[in-house]
């Protein structure tokens, strides 16, 4: 699925028709062909400058016409059209050439053809407010792109501008336009994703696919932004979403519980952000802060690094194996190979005795790059770690991926 770059300004007029004003790429050279092609060689043979067959193809002789032509015009003669030389053959506006546009009929079918002619064979046929991008315009005919990537002709009359989406005041950047729902999959759903994880509604990876966590994200922007809470991207969610006004979710600020072996020792608030189930079950996590730890214990009372971790994820309902060795090899989940790719709620395994197993020792991501775990060695309880400080560096092995 393809997505337009659209840069939306304050105020833009009611819906306009495409002009017929040919609009080409933005530069032209030796060894290109098409209908681009064929509309500078007819501008040049037109100035006196080229007397060469119009077939499309850009070859020595039309290289010459154009060097000569930009010579006359006090222009770079490069031999390659520019936007400075196509501006000069009044073939470049100056304006983008590619456009939001939607199919405005009043029948019920519009044809694509291959070709700009009635006479070319018929690619797929658009519906009246099919949403396109128009990419040139030649003559009378508009080059336009489906989102689905398909790529044809359709009469210029019938294309409007989105004036649904232009009127929309848009940050600069990529955005799908067309509707998304629960199972949709691409890089229109990781444009979303993104956005979203802006919006702090999103802290999973955006993996571009459409799945309950980001439908969870999508009904939580739409609460937050007085839309209708159906998970549904449409057009108005798109809209409120890519907006400058959309509403950002306030990061949800958690004080941590006392160490329970110095009640007079405060922990700094921490701010989590992720998931529903990320955010409680961190929560959880600190509430024990302070529990001793022991080897072999499994609560509650006191815990090991393993039995903690189990014991956390599994209020949750997801099962842990009860060794750190068992857990990190337990394919629970999609391992993280990097510190920098931690989210929220990931487990961490860690190589503390720098031998081949990789992993005697786990603890759980809490975000804003710390590690809650249950810690031996000086500390002997739950603490909360730095997990960018050189020894945490030095023992990460890996993270794993436990809440979906």
């Given at each position: 699925m393809k997505f337009v770059k659209i840069i939306f300004a304050l105020c833009i007029s009611a819906a306009i028709l495409i002009t017929a004003t040919p609009a080409l790429a933005a530069a032209l050279m030796p060894g290109d062909k098409g209908d681009d092609v064929i509309a500078l060689q007819q501008a040049l043979a037109g100035s006196g400058y080229y007397d060469g067959e119009i077939n499309g193809l850009f070859g020595g002789q039309l290289e010459d016409a154009l060097i000569n032509f930009q010579k006359d015009n006090s222009l770079d003669p490069s031999g390659i059209a520019d936007q400075d030389t196509l501006a000069a053959l009044e073939l470049y506006s100056g304006e983008d050439a590619e456009k939001a546009a939607v199919i405005n009929i009043s029948g019920e079918k519009l044809n694509l053809r291959s070709q700009a002619s009635t006479s070319?064979?018929?690619?797929?046929?658009?519906?009246?407010?099919?949403?396109?991008?128009?990419?040139?315009a030649h003559g009378s005919w508009s080059l336009v792109r489906l989102l689905t990537g398909i790529e044809g002709y359709v009469s210029s009359k019938y294309i409007a501008e989105d004036s649904l989406l232009q009127d929309a005041q848009i940050y600069t950047g990529s955005m799908p336009i067309s509707t998304l729902t629960e199972g949709a999959t691409g890089q229109d759903v990781i444009l979303l994703q993104d956005r979203l994880k802006e919006l702090n509604y999103f802290t999973a990876k955006s993996t571009g696919n459409f799945l309950s966590i980001t439908v969870k994200a999508v009904k939580d922007f739409q609460k937050h932004n007085g839309l209708e809470e159906n998970g549904v991207v449409d057009i108005d969610t798109i809209i409120t979403l890519f907006s400058d006004s959309a509403v950002k979710k306030p990061v949800q600020a958690v004080k941590p519980a006392e160490d329970k072996n110095n009640s007079s020792?405060?922990?700094?608030?921490?701010?989590?952000?992720?998931?529903?189930?990320?955010?409680?079950?961190?929560e959880y996590a600190l509430t024990f802060l302070g529990t001793p730890y022991r080897l072999g214990a499994n609560g509650p009372s006191a815990y090991d690094c393993s039995s903690f971790t189990a014991k956390v994820y599994g209020k949750y309902g997801y099962k842990l194996p009860r060794t750190a060795y068992s857990q990190g090899y337990g394919n629970l989940g999609a391992k993280i190979k990097s510190i920098s790719d931690l989210e929220t709620g990931d487990l961490v395994c860690m190589n503390t005795l720098k031998d081949n197993d990789l992993c005697d020792h786990v603890g759980i991501y809490i975000g804003d790059g710390k590690l809650i775990h249950c810690?031996?060695?000086?500390?002997?309880?739950?603490?909360?770690?730095?997990?960018?400080?050189?020894y945490y560096k030095n023992v990460f092995s890996w993270g794993i991926r436990i809440i979906d």
């Amino acid at each position: 699925m393809k997505f337009v770059k659209i840069i939306f300004a304050l105020c833009i007029s009611a819906a306009i028709l495409i002009t017929a004003t040919p609009a080409l790429a933005a530069a032209l050279m030796p060894g290109d062909k098409g209908d681009d092609v064929i509309a500078l060689q007819q501008a040049l043979a037109g100035s006196g400058y080229y007397d060469g067959e119009i077939n499309g193809l850009f070859g020595g002789q039309l290289e010459d016409a154009l060097i000569n032509f930009q010579k006359d015009n006090s222009l770079d003669p490069s031999g390659i059209a520019d936007q400075d030389t196509l501006a000069a053959l009044e073939l470049y506006s100056g304006e983008d050439a590619e456009k939001a546009a939607v199919i405005n009929i009043s029948g019920e079918k519009l044809n694509l053809r291959s070709q700009a002619s009635t006479s070319a064979d018929v690619l797929t046929e658009l519906a009246s407010g099919t949403r396109v991008q128009v990419i040139s315009a030649h003559g009378s005919w508009s080059l336009v792109r489906l989102l689905t990537g398909i790529e044809g002709y359709v009469s210029s009359k019938y294309i409007a501008e989105d004036s649904l989406l232009q009127d929309a005041q848009i940050y600069t950047g990529s955005m799908p336009i067309s509707t998304l729902t629960e199972g949709a999959t691409g890089q229109d759903v990781i444009l979303l994703q993104d956005r979203l994880k802006e919006l702090n509604y999103f802290t999973a990876k955006s993996t571009g696919n459409f799945l309950s966590i980001t439908v969870k994200a999508v009904k939580d922007f739409q609460k937050h932004n007085g839309l209708e809470e159906n998970g549904v991207v449409d057009i108005d969610t798109i809209i409120t979403l890519f907006s400058d006004s959309a509403v950002k979710k306030p990061v949800q600020a958690v004080k941590p519980a006392e160490d329970k072996n110095n009640s007079s020792q405060k922990v700094p608030s921490i701010s989590i952000e992720g998931s529903k189930t990320a955010v409680q079950l961190v929560e959880y996590a600190l509430t024990f802060l302070g529990t001793p730890y022991r080897l072999g214990a499994n609560g509650p009372s006191a815990y090991d690094c393993s039995s903690f971790t189990a014991k956390v994820y599994g209020k949750y309902g997801y099962k842990l194996p009860r060794t750190a060795y068992s857990q990190g090899y337990g394919n629970l989940g999609a391992k993280i190979k990097s510190i920098s790719d931690l989210e929220t709620g990931d487990l961490v395994c860690m190589n503390t005795l720098k031998d081949n197993d990789l992993c005697d020792h786990v603890g759980i991501y809490i975000g804003d790059g710390k590690l809650i775990h249950c810690a031996s060695g000086s500390d002997m309880k739950v603490v909360i770690s730095n997990i960018n400080s050189s020894y945490y560096k030095n023992v990460f092995s890996w993270g794993i991926r436990i809440i979906d």
